[in-house]
């Protein structure tokens, strides 16, 4: 007997991109059925999306696609076809939950609205993911998690006080609104198994953003805002400094007056101006020049163990090569060996949570269409006639 915790719920994934599939990435990889609704005939942008395992732009070898797409089952379905609308339905009636988070009313055209699903399968429950939410004056937004860094706010607190607003190289909206997701959709599974009654969810992704980042609302509400970079009103020394070698740093915090006296005398720092926290906060930068000398020359890991050893909080600056070799995350088990036949075997980052007594699985993310037959023959019943039709029609592509 299988010990995945979602082992038995059942996901029609018609989501794209980011923002829904690491909300059905988390399911799958906790043991949901998960089939994955995708159309040649319009490329999930997922697919499309560097970096590649192989030269070229193959949709199959879009890493990307890969870590946001583990252990679901992969078909091909044109939702531009009435006929490829047809058996769409039949993935409804087979859920338990249909996800999607294409533009505002697209869903409503091709023929599947939530009234539509709810006719099918009463108990259906439906989660969308949107830029502002569905409802409210922005509800016919398009965009993508990048908007929802700047309706949130996130872009004007970021970064420096002399500078423009930043704008994060990364989509930070599609990573946090996924959480969020898939907290609903567990509350509405639990709500379905009460009362058997399905739900619509409507997920922003500027909302959750913006719930992640109220302490800093909050300062801004009561003066003592703005822009810190790395700095903080509370602490002094606070930031990353410069350590041995290329673009290598170590993370450095002081919380007290007494963790600096350690911190100034493994320095060697002895100047009286940074005694209180008034001074240091008064003369910050020449603080950081003075902690910033010292640091310098020294290996980061071996500085921050340094450190932690006598109480001062201070961790390596982790670049990316870092992370994948980190032997903590390795020892935890973060990382889960998957075989794919454009990515080889490689290494996967599962869900960052351990249970004592269910399992996580990470399976290979499909390849465009690769289980048509596994779900439209042996799942749905459809004749192999039927799907070989249809595939040929261009209604199943």
Avoid: C
Avoid at 54 to 65: I, L, Q, W
């Amino acid at each position: 007997m299988s010990n995945l915790p979602l082992e038995g719920v059942k996901v029609a994934d018609f989501s794209w991109v980011g923002a829904g599939p690491r909300a059905t990435k988390d399911l799958a990889d906790m043991g949901a059925t998960v089939i994955k609704i995708e159309s040649r005939k319009r490329l999930d942008l997922g697919r499309l999306s560097p970096p590649f395992a192989t030269p070229g732009r193959d949709p199959d070898a879009s890493t990307f696609f890969a870590i946001t797409n583990t252990s679901k089952l992969g078909v091909t379905i044109n939702l531009n076809d009435p006929r490829g609308i047809e058996v769409a339905k039949k993935l409804v009636a087979w859920a338990d939950i249909v996800v999607e988070n294409f533009s505002h009313g697209y869903m409503d055209r091709i023929g599947l609205s939530f009234d539509t699903l709810r006719a099918i399968n009463p108990a259906i429950i439906q989660i969308s993911v949107s830029v502002a939410g569905r409802k409210g004056p922005l509800g016919t937004m398009r965009g993508y998690g990048n908007s929802a860094g700047a309706l949130s706010g996130m872009a004007a607190l970021s970064g420096w006080p002399d500078r423009d607003p930043h704008m994060a190289p990364f989509a930070y909206g599609d990573v946090v609104a996924p959480m969020f997701a898939t907290v609903a959709t567990l509350a509405a599974l639990e709500h379905r198994r009460q009362t058997g009654e399905g739900q619509l969810i409507d997920i922003s992704q500027t909302e959750p953003l913006i719930h992640v980042m109220a302490d800093r609302f909050a300062a801004e509400q009561t003066g003592s805002g703005g822009k810190p970079g790395n700095r903080s009103p509370h602490r002094a020394p606070q930031g990353a400094y410069p350590a041995r070698g290329v673009d290598q740093w170590v993370a450095i915090a002081v919380r007290s007056d007494a963790e600096w006296a350690v911190l100034a005398q493994a320095a060697g720092i002895a100047d009286p101006r940074f005694a209180t926290l008034a001074g240091r906060k008064a003369h910050e930068d020449d603080l950081d020049a003075a902690l910033s000398a010292w640091t310098r020359g020294q290996d980061k890991r071996v500085l921050a163990d340094r450190l932690a050893a006598i109480g001062i909080p201070a961790e390596p600056v982790n670049d990316g090569r870092d992370v994948f070799t980190d032997r903590e995350l390795i020892e935890r088990g973060h990382y889960h060996p998957v075989t794919h036949s454009k990515l080889g075997d490689t290494e996967i980052p599962g869900p960052p949570l351990r249970f004592s007594d269910s399992a996580i699985r990470v399976g290979a993310p499909p390849n465009l269409g690769e289980h048509n037959h596994a779900v439209f023959v042996d799942l749905l019943g459809m004749s192999e006639a039927e799907v070989r039709d249809l595939t040929d029609a261009g209604a199943l592509a």
